[in-house]
């Protein structure tokens, strides 16, 4: 049994219900033999992926969905052999080089240099029966295989560069889609080499709309849920809210509520993830408790917290904005100055963080900094 985020994910691009105007752009882009290098971003849970996802499945047709995960080595200067995960399908790559850390560069040039080297052929051909006649008609024309790079922002300097070289000479055999959050950490020699494409979250009612044809879907659940429809739009208002219009952690969350408790109303609370607790927890503490204990408290959360998969931007992220409301509600006169300086500590850790490789240590530099902060606040009120 499967989420009901994956169960009900869109394939093509007609099933998307929200940003139509991006939709029927891409699905021109597909149709057309033009199909440019692409730049896709947007904040987390906007459905980049899934865009990106149909926009294939309208260039080649159903083969990318028959995925495939390859083993790749590489050797690094050192003589040190490096491994990789890559997805792929006979039409395109999928593979995410920052997880290599500074290694991303070696990732770039060797993976993308072998693809772009080899002329691509026309894979339909080879396809099962279940390929329809048309469909292998329009593979014809695409002799290129599409990459698809996912956290684009986290990729170095280095491999950036190495990935603007690819670009240029490889653009007949390959198409790059780079998916990422933010373009501020983008290189504009690859901003200018490719169309940007900002995937907006959806709004309110349009996450309120996708929630209510799951659960149209789902007929056991649908019973958990308030018969009334004004009803029910306060509770997908609610998840929505709480889960920052993110639409797949408001799918999960809908998924957890009906999980949890039999019967759902507008009042059952809103089941979010454990991290943000504990990371709300965390923050309120070290501005409340600004000792040495507490600090080494806060390393062992932060190391639980990395080993479960959540990225330290983020957590610099959440702590940042949990700290600025904190201090808001403090009786200080200096208050505009304290929450300033906060947001100008965690700027120098976001950028720290980036050019850093030991996560740990600036989230750790940046709880400090607050502290003194915090502390020099209260002494001078």
């Keep these: 049994m499967s989420l009901w985020a994956d169960k009900y994910r869109p394939r093509t691009l007609s099933e998307l219900s929200f940003h139509p105007r991006i939709s029927k752009q891409l699905q021109v882009m597909a149709s057309s033999g033009e199909f440019p290098h692409l730049l896709v971003y947007g904040p987390p849970g906007a459905g980049k992926k899934t865009r990106v996802l149909a926009t294939l499945r309208e260039l080649y047709g159903a083969g990318t969905g028959r995925l495939r995960v390859d083993v790749k080595t590489f050797i690094l200067p050192s003589g040190r052999k490096l491994e990789f995960n890559v997805i792929s399908s006979s039409f395109h790559l999928e593979i995410t080089p920052s997880d290599m850390g500074n290694n991303d560069r070696i990732v770039i040039q060797d993976l993308l240099k072998e693809i772009g080297q080899i002329e691509s052929l026309d894979f339909s051909k080879f396809e099962n029966a279940l390929v329809s006649l048309n469909a292998r008609e329009q593979n014809m024309g695409k002799k290129f295989k599409v990459v698809i790079i996912n956290e684009a922002e986290l990729l170095t300097r280095d491999a950036q560069a190495a990935l603007r070289r690819t670009m240029e000479k490889y653009s007949a055999n390959i198409r790059l889609i780079l998916i990422c959050n933010s373009t501020s950490n983008i290189i504009d020699p690859i901003k200018s080499r490719t169309l940007p494409i900002r995937i907006a979250s959806p709004s309110t009612s349009a996450c309120a709309g996708v929630l209510?044809?799951?659960?149209?879907?789902?007929?056991?659940?649908?019973?958990?849920?308030?018969?009334?429809?004004?009803?029910?739009?306060?509770?997908?208002?609610?998840?929505?809210?709480?889960?920052?219009?993110?639409?797949?952690?408001?799918i999960m969350m809908m998924e957890a509520m009906y999980m949890n408790h039999d019967v759902v109303s507008i009042t059952t609370p809103i089941i979010k993830p454990d991290w943000i607790d504990v990371l709300h927890e965390l923050a309120t503490s070290i501005c409340k408790d600004r000792?040495?204990?507490?600090?080494?408290?806060?390393?062992?959360?932060?190391?639980?917290?990395?080993?479960?998969?959540?990225?330290?931007?983020?957590?610099?992220?959440?702590?940042?904005?949990?700290?600025?409301?904190?201090?808001?509600?403090?009786?200080?006169?200096?208050?505009?100055?304290?929450?300033?300086?906060?947001?100008?500590?965690?700027?120098?850790?976001?950028?720290?963080?980036?050019?850093?490789?030991?996560?740990?240590?600036?989230?750790?530099?940046?709880?400090?900094?607050?502290?003194?902060?915090?502390?020099?606040?209260?002494?001078?009120?």
């Design 291 to 381: 000792s040495v204990s507490r600090l080494q408290q806060a390393r062992s959360i932060l190391y639980e917290l990395m080993a479960h998969a959540i990225p330290a931007k983020l957590l610099l992220k959440k702590l940042t904005l949990i700290i600025w409301e904190f201090t808001g509600t403090l009786d200080l006169k200096n208050k505009a100055e304290l929450r300033t300086a906060v947001i100008s500590t965690s700027t120098i850790y976001d950028e720290r963080l980036s050019l850093g490789s030991k996560d740990i240590f600036h989230l750790e530099g940046f709880i400090t900094k607050v502290m003194v902060i915090l502390e020099k606040s209260f002494m001078m009120d």
């Design 212 to 250: 209510e044809m799951i659960l149209k879907k789902e007929h056991h659940a649908r019973k958990a849920f308030p018969d009334d429809s004004e009803q029910r739009n306060i509770i997908y208002k609610r998840i929505s809210d709480a889960s920052e219009r993110n639409l797949r952690m408001s």
